[in-house]
């Protein structure tokens, strides 16, 4: 290599091998070595990309850079690139086949719900009742309205092949951001509803009750005739990673974070005489989404110091005793924030936490996962928590100016 | 054995159960591993037994050895000196490859390992073929290969006795413990009539079976029993199938020896073989 | 409260089987291991001194899906911690477990697999002890699930689960590690960590090592369930296999 001998001159009689070769032959001894610089050097521990173990790669954010979508983000971690598109489409409740079925059996829960929901449009912020939750939440769910779908695309790291059948990393992601989509209730179920109202029973109408045995019908309950829900809005959310080198849901969740917050629905509304949905071309008369909360994910690695920790035939500590040890530092690990694609091949345990802050700034956790190994407990997730906390501040800031 | 000591992995092996005798170093057998204990004071660090697999804990004070009794279905490891049957896959230059377990790398076995063959009088083998073998060697290491071995280099005889070429007769498939099970009750010593590991389902067999001139059979510790009968005609096929059902329902059923006893004649007689 | 029920070495063909039933969620879980064996395209993997593991896992009604694409994943990195792949006869070859979900509520497309992975962890350990397939210990796991009063409740069922604030599943090894931990919900960490003391506790209960040396195991488990269902249910398999040998 050209590059080598320049680099070190000094030495060319022994056998010395630039760092990129080192890196690829002793992975491990590699990140180990700038883990654990010798005392004498007095140099910080840091990853052999430059960062400290909890930094989290240079992250920026992008909104609205795909024109044919109606709601797109964009978001860079370091070399890891997620793009995300959401396409907005109907769904005409006469199309689901058991809407009648569902609604006609329920029909008065929906119709306090209704009013309830109007209620609440005036009142702004309010507890909603347990019986809205489930309506919601079986709209969203049931009906399938959120639909992301992920790929990654061909070249985007090495193990990536034209024609491939979708990787099982690519299926775990999807799912993974669609039962976060679920279990966070990101998105309200009442964005999506296209509601009609039908209008008031005109006169002539109600002549036309009077002739029946309706003879003392009121003009209040004709006007309180429970509005219904003639369509919903399926949310298509694709997520592309163009570019993989680590961490691919921190990115692809942010990315569908920033889309859906760039997400605009036209007014839509029900046409009684084409008996059909219309939507307004005017750009002022659409709306955003109101989300619920920003749940911001920070995943992290566990880095073993030693590396042949496998090979030993030693009796494994049992939990506590694991814990004093670490605190003697017999045992080392590091826990390395938003590992890159050099880092996660060499950690078996990783940790995945996503958090939420409320309005009084206190801190609730959405998800929090680890497994793949057994180093990591209470301490740990205290301070991975902790420096979640201070990644959502971060990335609230990024995410506010895109 | 009174109470069996039942071990799961990463339980230790009590001290109390092991063999008392220090002349001979302790052999460890399947499913016990031993493990260093990292102690904090000085290089002085202990040992320890533990086991890997879930097993009643097996001693024999006599040669020293300590081994897990796991479940009996589990698929067959190759270890040394090990007699199985194989059956030829297809063959090379110098080998034959062999197929030991299902989805499993095939074991070779060399075209002169059998007795007294030169490179003219070797047994020519052909796929589907079967031979009684011992594993020679296991290989160390990933992905080694399983070599096996029709006769002992040493006397140049295939010993112990009856491997080489198995023909005719017919191959049962039986679950690895039961196969270990027999290989015990037949070496152990076929004279006298009491059951040695609860079996008495051979014995019982080769009595009834004495008048029709009895039979021949090959154990392989990779589950598979070989029989055959050297009677004329129907009564071969009869009696070797007979014997591949009692063995295989005394496998399958965990049968004492009252019921294995009972199953010998009903089968028997169904067969329309005891007289 | 009824405990889980398992039985061992359920299917013939297979190297090791176990069946699994939870009656608090009601699912019903088959399990089958093969190991070692060859898989023929996975010669140079990645660590070719150790073993593959490779989990499936089939729903009763559909085919799987990008769901059990994850919970596989979950498995997998779960188990492969356990299981000793640099044994004799296993580098480079593959572990294969697979696990039939026969019984209970269907898993709807973007549901957690939360309710469900107790009962896939504890089938998949069954079955790799029925193939004797060695590893370096046990563990146990369990569903716990906080109410809005911040109560945390077991044995969670299906529906139990939908209207709990935050649901976690734990996973503990016998040595007391925390070996997995998935939570959804809306919680802070203190109410995590009382929720891990007390799926401690509960995962003590199933695997705990019987008292050294001493067999009179069956003194203990009256009426409690310390010596858990794990234990119970590989010795009940073992008396029964060995009854030649423990008899004689």
Known sequence: MVSAATVAPAAPQSLSLPPPQFARLQPHAYLLAHLSPPVASNQPSARANGRAPSQFRVTSANSGSLTHTNGSGMVRLGDTTAVCGVRAELLHTEDIPSWSVSQSSNANKRRRLADSIKLSGQSGDHEETEAEVEEDRAHIEDLNLLVPNLSLSTGCAPGFLPGAPPAALTQALSHKILSLLHSTRLVRAEDLRVWYQPPNLGPEELERHNDEEHMDVDADEAESKPAEIKAFWVLYIDIMIISLAGNPFDAAWMSVLTALRDTKLPKAWWDVDNETILCSDSIAESRKLSLRGLPIPSSFGVFEADAAAGWRAVVIPDGEKLKAEEKKGTVQKWILADPDGYEEGLSQERACIIVDKEQNGKTVIVSMEKHGGWTVDTEDLRQLVDISARRWDEMKQIMDQC | ?????????????????????????????????????????????????????????????????????????????????????????????????????????????????????????????????????????????????????????????????????????????????????????????????????GLVVL?????????????????????????????AGDTAIKSTIAIGRCLQSTDDNNLNTTDQKKLVTKVLREMKLSS | MVGPTASLSTLNRADGSASYKCPATGYDVLGAVNGPIELPARRDALKPEDATVEVFVKPGNTTA??????????????????????????????????????????????????????????????????????????????????????????DLSAADAKTAVSRHVLAFSSKNHLL???????????????????????CQELTMPGSDGDVAMGDESDGSKVDGFVRETVEDRLRRDYTWKIDS
């Open chain 2, 1 to 197: 054995m009174s109470t069996p000591l039942i071990l799961l992995p990463g339980d230790e092996v009590p001290s109390n159960h092991l063999p008392s005798t220090k002349s001979n170093p302790l052999k460890l057998g399947s499913g016990v591993r031993l493990l260093s204990q990292p102690s904090t004071n000085s290089a002085a660090s202990s040992h320890v037994l533990t086991a890997s697999q879930a097993g009643i804990l097996t001693t024999d004070a006599k040669r020293n050895t300590v081994s897990l009794q796991s479940f009996s279905n589990r698929r067959y490891i190759p270890t040394t000196n090990d007699l199985i049957i194989a059956q030829i896959h297809h063959s090379s230059i110098d080998y034959f490859h062999c197929i030991v377990t299902p989805h499993t790398a095939q074991a070779l076995l060399g075209q002169l390992s059998f007795e007294g063959a030169t490179k003219k009088t070797r047994p020519m083998l052909n796929r589907g073929d079967l031979v009684y073998a011992r594993v020679s060697s296991v290989g160390l290491g990933a992905g080694a290969e399983v070599e096996i071995t029709c006769v002992n280099p040493a006397t140049g005889k295939a010993e112990p006795g009856g491997l080489g070429p198995l023909t005719g007769g017919m191959v049962f498939d039986i679950s690895t413990g039961f196969a270990a099970r027999l290989i015990r009750a037949s070496s152990s010593s076929a004279d006298h009539g009491d059951a040695i590991d």
């Open chain 2, 203 to 231: 014995s019982e067999l080769g009595k009834k079976l004495e008048s029709s001139g009895g039979f021949e059979i090959a154990v392989g510790r990779n589950g598979k029993v070989w029989v055959d009968c050297s009677a």
């Open chain 3, 65 to 154: 899906g990008v769901g059990e694409r994850y919970v596989e994943g979950i498995l997998r990195s779960v188990l492969g911690k356990v299981i000793l792949g640099r044994e004799r006869g296993f580098p480079r070859r593959g572990v294969v477990i697979t696990l039939a979900i026969v019984g209970g509520d269907a898993v709807e497309r973007g549901d957690s697999y939360l309710t469900i992975l107790p009962a896939l962890l504890h089938t998949s350990l069954l079955a790799l002890l029925s193939a004797a397939v060695p590893l370096s210990m046990t563990f146990s796991a369990t569903l716990l699930g906080v109410t809005k009063s911040g109560e945390i409740m077991p």
């Open chain 3, 180 to 202: 997995l931990n998935e939570s959804e919900g809306r919680f802070d960490f203190n109410t995590w960590e009382q929720v891990r003391e007390r799926a401690l506790s509960i």
